[in-house]
């Protein structure tokens, strides 16, 4: 247990960068290094109290109806339901290509202990998404219901286990899939696929659980049993919180650890064969040497990080979602017509505002899309090679845009074309969703090189940490959804008649982004580099 206390202590204060906090000594980056966890730690509070208060407003309608245990049953499935979504290709960075994988195994150390260590950090990661989908709905339970302070007991340790099943049955699934992928030539293609695959049915899952979750109660002869029938687990978890029940919770508790326990021991034989395999590399027997082609600079940086790109698969699945998602819409709206945007917008407005709202979506999601927030903090300990090559720092970061401009440019492009078709939009309209959304592709991916050159992480033992947890991630989303918000805003608190001059305020508005990004990217950015 001692070891595993401090791999953990270790590995936690590493990722968090704790020791930048009280070690700095320069006050600047010590202030900077504060304003990072408080910014972070503000947003996750808002974005607390903004969903208990949307929660709130639905347990209304569900007590009224007397199904107000439905607040905790909701809450928990989709709870389970996205840490098993977003902790399928987390456990691919934590489990199979960590790069303190050789450094781990040559330690006096157990297998099950260094599993367990990548197991707890992955649960640890995970109770972040809990605070936005179970804890506001088990609050709000509490101030609806006729009950007992006891009540927050049982939560505190519904809470703790609640993610352990989902986790193992993520791993699993994430296993499997680099099981196969180690017997075949092309590793990181098999483990992008087979994960995109499953994220795919996953999302078509979240959004008909509801439907699902309503029909299956329905048919169930009680709602206990409709809720056993959805997932057993939350039955008992359901019972401890309503009832407080201590045999439900110690129930549900034992369910959870021996799931957990079964998985560490049975993995922990295949853990080093699995992650053995996965740095094997193939070569051809019959390899002749040809002709040696030459290129450009700039050209030879862009092959290099789309390699980088597609050899690393977190980063894959935590930036093409947003392509992938925007050009699912538009198909949707194909076939569905306009009744798809107000479904996604869960409101109806006029046909006049649908290409206002069709700009807001693609910019939207455009801005949770983005390769460029990450990609100095990747190159890691070998950033040192591009800085001593004979290379403009200007051309390195055109590289590195170009990246995340053709992953998301082509999809924008596309699925504007499909939603002019779909929703038959005026010549004028669809020149200006082409327009503003072409531009705002570049902000994205200026913004979020410029945020990681001000806030790179580039001692990391594991992509994920860099992908998933690195401040300049965060930022950047906030940021990049902010430019859209303020027109956004001002739309909706000013009473606007002429929307066409609107739209061409809004180009003018992130035309000037764009420019001020560029010339800070040239001088601010240049300098940043040349530091590191």
Not at 148 to 162: G, N
Not at 480 to 485: D, H, L, Q, R
Request: hydrophobic residues 55%; contains cysteine; charged residues 15%.
């Amino acid at each position: 247990m001692d070891k595993i206390y401090i791999l953990f202590k270790t590995t936690l204060i590493n990722s968090l960068g704790i020791n930048k906090i009280i070690k700095e000594k320069s006050k600047k980056e010590k202030i900077k290094n504060i304003s990072i966890f408080l910014s972070i730690a503000i947003a996750i509070s808002s974005l607390v109290f903004s969903t208990t208060i949307s929660t709130y407003h639905a347990a209304n309608e569900l007590d009224k109806m007397g199904l107000l245990n439905l607040q905790i049953i909701m809450g928990f499935i989709l709870s389970s339901l996205i840490i098993f979504f977003t902790s399928i290709y987390k456990a691919q960075g934590l489990l199979f290509s960590s790069k303190d994988y050789d450094l781990l195994m040559s330690l006096p150390i157990k297998r099950s202990a260094i599993l367990i260590n990548k197991m707890l950090n992955l649960l640890g990661l995970n109770y972040f998404i809990l605070l936005f989908a179970f804890l506001p709905q088990a609050i709000v339970y509490f101030l609806k219901a006729d009950i007992q302070y006891l009540y927050f007991v049982y939560l505190f340790f519904v809470f703790i286990f609640l993610p352990l099943i989902p986790i193992v049955l993520s791993s699993f699934f994430a296993f499997i899939i680099s099981y196969i992928s180690s017997k075949m030539r092309y590793k990181n293609l098999i483990i992008n696929i087979g994960t995109i695959l499953i994220s795919l049915i996953v999302v078509v899952a979240l959004y008909n659980s509801g439907n699902l979750i309503q029909d299956i109660i329905i048919n169930s002869k009680s709602l206990a049993e409709g809720i056993s029938n959805i997932y057993p687990p939350s039955i008992y978890a359901t019972r401890a919180l309503v009832s407080l029940s201590l045999k439900d919770l110690l129930v549900f508790i034992s369910i959870s650890l021996l799931v957990f326990a079964i998985f560490i021991f049975i993995f922990s034989k295949s853990f080093k064969i699995i992650n053995s395999k996965l740095q094997e590399s193939f070569s051809k027997s019959n390899y002749k040497l040809g002709d040696i082609n030459t290129s450009s600079q700039i050209v030879s940086l862009i092959r290099k990080e789309i390699k980088r790109y597609f050899s690393t698969p977190i980063y894959v699945l935590n930036t093409i979602i947003g392509p992938i998602m925007i050009i699912a819409a538009a198909v949707a709206t194909l076939l569905f017509g306009k009744d798809m945007l107000f479904k996604i917008s869960e409101i109806n407005f006029s046909e006049e505002l649908i290409p206002l709202f069709t700009i807001s979506l693609v910019c939207g999601i455009l801005s949770i899309s983005c390769t460029t927030n990450s990609s100095i903090s990747l190159e890691g300990k070998n950033l040192w090679i591009l800085k001593s090559s004979p290379i403009k720092a200007i051309d390195i970061f055109k590289s590195k845009i170009a990246l995340n401009l053709i992953l998301i440019l082509p999809a924008t492009i596309v699925s504007d074309i499909i939603f002019f078709t779909a929703l038959k939009l005026s010549l004028i309209n669809v020149l200006a969703l082409l327009l503003i959304t072409s531009i705002y592709s570049f902000i994205v991916s200026i913004l979020g090189l410029i945020i990681n050159l001000y806030f790179p992480k580039l001692n990391w033992t594991t992509e994920t940490s860099v992908v998933k947890q690195g401040a300049s991630v965060m930022i950047q989303m906030l940021l990049s959804a902010a430019i859209v918000a303020i027109p956004t805003i001002i739309f909706i608190l000013t009473d606007i008649k002429n929307y066409n001059l609107f739209i061409i305020t809004i180009i003018i508005y992130l035309s000037v982004i764009l420019i001020v990004l560029w010339k800070s990217l040239n001088i601010v950015g240049v300098k940043l580099f040349n530091k590191l």
